[in-house]
């Protein structure tokens, strides 16, 4: 199947948020056919804020916002690694306790790459997800989203079409359903007895494998090779780890080399995910367009594309300030 992609042409420069309506599929924003671009930052600009990347699998983050999670901790964020399923069918073991062992391995050295803080895995049953309680897992991450005080979430979009994987639309349901129910202060009143209070994430970067309404661009230029070295970890399952090592051996077993892998194993392994995974061969390797085609028409050299959403400006500020007369003789 084609993957296809909404976005709009126009950009707007800078950081600003835009805010969509979340449910329509548009490239119209606030009146306007702008898409906002992300760049670099320097220095700590977001210190003191925490992020939370959730994933299904351990090479979710990695091959879809691998950039911008790096990007976003280089810049102050203190982030967290969500993972919701144990990976049991996912990869290479003798037995299934070796593949969930070493698909746990692999995660812990994903967040390591992306200089994530701390793992937290969930344990799930692997593409069995849509069988779980759903009630139970919200709860789970409710529980997590006011423990750490979570500012901004990254994870699959919930409104994203075409996903096959029932993993990653129970995990993207639960994870917005459980953003939402975070800062109310009737959900879990047993949290508040033991310290917690309601807390609501107000920013989001969703990402899709399939159409979805894209309105933030996000340079990755400076942290591309951490997005590189954090695919290259995961040796249990995904299209990068030890891919290129693999293929250079065989193209030589043939009496033939392909420059662009180097002459070691580990040039290979970075060289392969860098150009082919999440370049060349990006489509059909992930399912979504190549990182440098996402930048290109915005004079990027990397980017990666997000259905971004923001707290909503307060209204009735700005008609206060405008309109508030004193009472005062």
Not at 19 to 24: D, L, N, Q, R
Not at 146 to 165: A, F, M, Q
Not at 279 to 297: F, L, N, T
Request: no cysteine.
């Amino acid at each position: 199947m084609e993957r296809r992609s909404f976005i709009g042409k126009s950009v707007a420069m800078g950081l600003l948020p835009t805010f969509p309506k979340s449910f329509e599929y548009t490239q119209k924003l606030n009146n306007t056919d702008k898409v906002v671009i992300e760049k670099h930052v320097s220095g700590k600009p977001h210190k003191g804020k925490v992020l939370a990347a959730i994933q299904p699998h351990n090479d979710d983050i990695s091959l879809f916002a691998g950039g911008t999670v790096a990007k976003l901790i280089q810049e102050g964020y203190t982030g967290y690694l969500i993972r919701t399923s144990n990976d049991d069918h996912a990869g290479r073991g003798a037995t299934v306790g070796e593949v969930i062992y070493n698909n746990e391995k692999d995660n812990e050295r994903v967040a390591k790459a992306l200089g994530i803080s701390k793992v937290y895995d969930l344990g799930y049953r692997n593409h069995r997800m849509d069988n779980i309680s759903i009630q139970e897992l919200r709860g789970r991450l409710i529980f997590l989203f006011r423990l750490l005080k979570v500012d901004t979430i990254i994870t699959y979009d919930p409104w994203g079409h075409y996903e096959e994987n029932p993993d990653h639309y129970i995990t993207a349901m639960a994870v917005e359903s459980a953003r939402w129910m975070s800062g109310g202060r009737l959900d879990y009143p047993e949290h508040f007895e033991a310290g917690l209070k309601p807390h609501v994430a107000a920013e989001r970067y969703y990402f899709a494998r399939g159409p979805q309404l894209v309105n933030r661009i996000v340079e990755i230029t400076e942290t591309i090779d951490r997005k590189v070295e954090a695919n290259a970890v995961i040796v249990t399952q995904g299209p990068g780890g030890e891919a290129g090592a693999r293929l250079k051996k065989s193209l030589s077993e043939k009496g033939k080399s392909l420059p662009i892998l180097g002459n070691d194993d580990a040039t290979a392994n970075r060289n392969y995910i860098k150009h082919f995974v999440l370049d060349k061969d990006s489509q059909r390797m992930r399912g979504v367009p190549s990182d440098k085609e996402i930048g290109k028409p915005y004079e990027l050299e990397w980017a990666e594309r997000f259905h971004y959403i923001g707290p909503e400006p307060s209204m009735l500020q700005e008609y206060i300030e405008e309109h508030a007369i004193s009472e005062k003789p």
